[in-house]
């Protein structure tokens, strides 16, 4: 195994996690509420009188960060190596998953394991399993991509 030491981005990644930290930390801080995507998309699925407009605003920015990131500085170039089929099916079955794991890779992979839940900790342990699991059996096992 080498690294792609072109790609190697240790300082920007590492800037990317300490911000997400801090906004996870504050996010608790300030409202009393975990950041986990499944759990603020779910409310508005379901949503409750005055309870829509954080979560709107919490999207909003996921959204429309991109685009001011892109007024300082280009974007990199986005590469998918899938169709639309297997993307949807991917998006199903992430959201199965987020339904019966009771939350999402940011619920229980940062917030949850941030609070030392045993819960986060056993579905983190699950999902990266999964992941792990699937990289090995598509690239060695069946020798795809």
Known sequence: ?????????????????????????????????????SG??????????????????????????PFA?????PLPAAHVDAGLPVLLL???LVGVGTRYGAGCTSGHGICGMSRRSPRSYAATAAFMGAGFLTVWLMRHALGAA
């Open 90 to 92: 991917a998006g199903l």
């Open 40 to 65: 603020i998309v779910g409310g508005l699925l379901r949503p409750v009188r005055g309870d829509s407009g954080w979560r709107l605003a919490f999207l909003a920015g996921l959204i429309g960060a």
């Open 1 to 37: 195994m080498q690294i792609d030491m072109h790609n190697f981005t240790p300082w920007t990644s590492l800037a990317g996690g300490l911000l997400i930290g801090a906004g996870i930390a504050l996010f608790v801080l300030l409202a009393g509420r975990v950041a986990g995507i």
């Open 69 to 73: 990131f892109a007024l300082v500085l």
